[in-house]
């Protein structure tokens, strides 16, 4: 059974950061892209970032400068550290693991305050 388990959303005032955090098990994990995706009321969902098993890295340009993604093969975790919040970036943000299927984690709620 593949579990993808989010942690470390929360509310932040703009300009404020946060460091999320995704535990992966029941895949070989590095062998899979890991990315971060991210919903909010009336958008679309919207792929943030990923990171490929090689450590290849992808970034919306709303996010680039601002936000890291990074691995951990050892212990099976992707990071996403978010810098310089802006209201704009309040979402449900959802870790997924792709490779020849998509898994995918359920949610951390990011709320940023103006």
């Known amino acids: 059974q593949v579990l993808l388990v989010e942690s470390g959303g929360g509310l932040v005032q703009a300009g404020g950061s946060l460091r999320l955090s995704c535990a992966a098990s029941g895949i070989i994990f590095d062998l899979w892209t890991m990315g971060w995706y991210r919903q909010a009321p009336g958008r679309q969902h919207e792929l943030v970032a990923d990171?490929?098993?090689?450590?290849?890295?992808f970034y919306a340009d709303s996010v680039k400068g601002r936000f890291t993604i990074s691995r951990d093969n050892a212990k099976n975790l992707v990071f996403l550290q978010m810098n310089s919040l802006k209201p704009e970036d309040t979402a449900v943000y959802y870790c997924?693991?792709?490779?020849?299927?998509?898994?995918w984690g359920q949610g951390t709620q990011v709320t940023i305050s103006s």
């Open positions: 997924n693991a792709h490779d020849w299927a998509d898994y």
């Open positions: 990171i490929t098993r090689c450590g290849s890295t």
